[in-house]
């Protein structure tokens, strides 16, 4: 693997080191990422694939699901690429703008994929406790205005990133103890005064984890209350049911967020390839699951996609007769 001690020498440039201490497992490492990034592109395709080919399932809950399959697959591309090259070959070096650049898109992404998560927690809540205006609320219109505003939201909390990172001089090292350009990663590298980095990413996480979890975690305290209250059995299961994967996706998703959260800003002790190991999961996880939760826990798409496929061997049977 190259040394990076040079790249110090050349403020227009940074090293990133990989998973610091498993430098030797580098290799065998990069054998899931392959894994998880193959399965994020293939499921999250098929989703995207299905939901547009099918007009049984235009419906708000699979078109949520349709943003959160996009968001996924533009999130595995700026990480996964980079990520590969660095285990395989220790190819860390990257330009101050495309580290810059990096660092934006993935956070944006990730906050994204955060609203859309709460959006679908308002769809489930909207379809039990209000069902007989479902249709009326979530019309498409309001489904588009949802899409643009986690656009907006996440590239407008993202925005002052690359100012505030601008401002700082990298006088020690240029070399980044991570496998991508992680906002508080890089800042630790600064010299002077950092506290309004400091303050800037606080104030985001706490603007989106916490609030989307706190109104998520509402909205199915609502939605329980309503669901228990009903007299049959089969409708109470049938009810929680439909909450199922959505309940799946927000663990997946959410867990292992809220331990690299905290294991970076408080847990001094938790050796730095831990913490790495856990910032990865993250990214990782969450796009390569979530299509298969969706796709063994909710019937529709389920049989949609046997469909798909067995149209697909029939007409593969039929060329070659």
Not at 22 to 45: D, Y
Not at 68 to 79: R, V
Not at 281 to 287: A, C, D, E, Q, R
Not at 306 to 316: C, D, N, S
Request: overall charge positive.
């Amino acid at each position: 693997m190259e040394s990076p001690n040079h790249t110090s020498l050349d403020p227009s440039m940074f090293f990133l080191l990989g998973i610091p201490g498993l430098e030797q497992f580098h290799l065998w490492l990069s054998l899931p990422v392959c894994c998880l990034g193959t399965a994020t592109i293939v499921g999250n395709i098929t989703i995207l694939v299905v939901v547009i080919t099918e007009p049984a399932l235009h419906k708000p809950v699979y078109l949520f699901l349709c943003m959160l399959s996009t968001i996924d697959l533009a999130a595995s591309f700026t990480t996964v690429p980079k990520l590969l090259a660095i285990l395989w070959c220790g190819a860390g070096h990257i330009s101050s703008s495309a580290c810059l650049a990096q660092m934006f898109f993935i956070h944006a992404f990730c906050m994204m994929e955060s609203t859309v998560l709460l959006a679908m927690a308002f769809d489930r809540y909207v379809a039990i406790c209000h069902p007989l205006r479902y249709a009326t609320i979530l019309t498409d219109t309001i489904i588009a205005r949802i899409g643009v505003a986690a656009m907006m939201r996440g590239s407008m909390l993202m925005f002052p990133c690359p100012f505030l990172i601008g401002r700082l001089n990298f006088c020690k090292s240029h070399v980044i103890p991570h496998t991508y350009c992680e906002h508080m990663a890089v800042v630790k590298l600064a010299c002077g005064d950092t506290r309004p980095n400091r303050v800037y990413g606080l104030t985001a996480a706490l603007l989106v984890i916490g609030v989307d979890l706190f109104c998520i975690g509402l909205s199915y305290v609502l939605v329980a209350r309503a669901v228990l209250r009903l007299s049959s059995h089969e409708a109470r299961s049938k009810a929680f049911g439909t909450c199922g994967s959505h309940v799946c996706v927000i663990l997946i998703s959410y867990t292992p967020a809220l331990f690299s959260f905290f294991t970076h800003r408080f847990g001094r002790h938790v050796p730095l390839h831990i913490h790495i190991l856990l910032a990865n999961v993250y990214l990782l996880f969450p796009p390569a699951l979530n299509p298969i939760v969706y796709g063994v826990k909710t019937k529709e798409i389920r049989e949609r996609v046997v469909k798909v496929f067995q149209r697909g061997q029939g007409t593969g049977v039929k060329a070659f007769e």
